[in-house]
């Protein structure tokens, strides 16, 4: 899934090549995947790009007066090209899910939003303005907006008896962290990911609070630039513990430990994070023994 860096990335990329663009043609192939009834989608036909935003984990491409607002969800993903096809897709068909046609100054513009899977989850808005999206409406801060400080961390945390981990994902509570980011945060931080987030001294939220920007702002820095056919490989090359379950920490040389749960699972190093003790393999905040 997408977290701030990747998706803070692909707006970057699609700012600089759909700004001033006009939108030519908007194809919904999946209805499954469109949100929203008015304004209707072809409301965005014929309009110009004045520019694409990131909220959270949410891109909103901009026109005068209605935006088209995607959030890729676990498997969605995005295609840029220079060279789009013309043709009409079927309904239901493949992987994309929605195909967006613009002609620029330079010449035409191809984004197909795809989804791979399943377990469709990628949605889609045609609104007015983005803050009329629920999920935008509903972010927490930011992680680099400039009220986003170790103190407004500290409060956040002191008021909540949340795991640290779930609390982190939570986009109501910080905007733009996920599964990923949040078990590099936190091995970062060496802080457990079972840890009750208001246990946590001032000393710990501030290193919780440095590991949040070092993590992230590293991750931004080699994400800017990258198309986005690029962005999963920039992400998956500077994980220390996500996805490494059975590698050694890359710190201490201990082995990476999982924990599942139904539909997802968090890594980390017990040397590193839980004084040497593994956590048990359940929705419990218990060592085993």
Known sequence: MPELPEVAGLATFLD????????????????AVLKTADPPFSALE??????????????SIDTPGVSLVFHLARAGWVRFTDSPADSQLRMGKGLIAVRCTFNGPDGPRG????EAGTKKS??????????????????????????????????????????IKGL???????????????????????????AIAKSLDRETVQVLYDAIHSVLGQALAEARGKPPKDLKDVKRSHMR?????????????????????????????PTCQTKGKILADRRTSKFLK
């Open 122 to 163: 990628l949605a889609v808005y045609v609104v007015r303005d983005p803050q009329d999206v629920p999920g935008i409406a509903a972010l927490g801060p930011d992680p680099f907006t400039e009220a986003f400080d170790a103190g407004m961390l500290g409060q956040i945390l002191q008021g909540s008896s949340q795991q």
């Open 16 to 31: 600089e090549h759909l700004r001033g663009c006009t939108l030519a043609k908007l194809q919904i192939v999946s209805f």
């Open 241 to 269: 513990v996500h996805a490494r379950t059975g590698q050694p920490c890359p710190v201490c040389g201990d082995t990476v430990r999982e924990v599942s749960f139904a539909d997802t699972a968090l890594q980390y190093c």
């Open 111 to 114: 984004l197909d939003l795809t």
């Open 168 to 194: 982190l994902r939570s986009q109501s509570v910080i905007a733009g962290i996920g599964n990923a980011y949040s078990d590099e945060i936190l091995h970062a931080a060496r802080i457990s990911p079972f």
């Open 46 to 59: 014929g309009q110009v790009v004045s520019g694409v935003r990131r909220f959270g984990k949410f891109i």
